[in-house]
């Protein structure tokens, strides 16, 4: 079991049960967009670690964004997996084939490595061709996921953290954590930004806790996609 922390909830526009959102729902939500560099709506006012950020959809709001999604990841790593070094290695994105490319995951991985140089971004998994997007109707599944994907280059020895933007089914993570362990690296734990929910939390920006098995599908939490 590996133990994976998301610091947000994602209200994702099919969680039909969701209910009413308040403010902080808009704000995980556009938080969310804003790390991907996707258009949004407004803006969403953010405080993270004793500061207060205003995330607008322009450059400076995804940069502000990526300040605050590192910073809190770094702190997740150290506090709740209890490491002072680490590979981090992102969740490939779907068009990712070749290292170098730049995507999502890359962005966050080297930014937490410019926060605190002993977590080393590695973003050496990739995928073999582009894929179809997950949210687009593409693979979910780590069982269909693994055989896509193809380690670039050897992670060094220590521990590797796996990191993602969002996750759902974990299909993803499960699946790169496979391809990590088939060439001998265990994953020692996942950090996300965003868990996506279905039933409204009592806080969003509550981080939240779960033991994953990467080899269980599907998801191992009722109520997930």
Known sequence: MIKLVALIG????????????????FSAYKMVHAIKQKSFNGYAEIKSQGANYTIRNNAAGHRDALEIVSAN???AIKSQLGLNHASIVPVPGSSYTEIGQKFTGQ???????????????RPYVTFNEP???????????????????????????GPVVVIDDVCSTKGHIKAVSRILRAAGREVSGVVCLAQTVQAK????FQPTIQEINIDAW????????
Do not use: C
């Open 218 to 225: 599907p998801g191992d939490d009722p109520g997930l996609f």
């Open 10 to 25: 994602y209200p994702s526009n099919s969680t039909g049960e969701y209910g009413k959102w308040e403010n902080s729902d």
């Open 201 to 204: 939390p009592e806080k969003i």
């Open 131 to 157: 894929v179809q997007k997950a949210a687009e109707g593409g693979p979910r599944n780590p069982n269909d996921l693994t055989p896509l994907m193809n380690l670039g280059q050897e992670i060094p020895d």
């Open 107 to 121: 962005r966050m991985a080297d930014a937490i490595q410019a926060k605190f140089p002993a977590f080393v971004s």
């Open 73 to 75: 990841m770094v702190h």
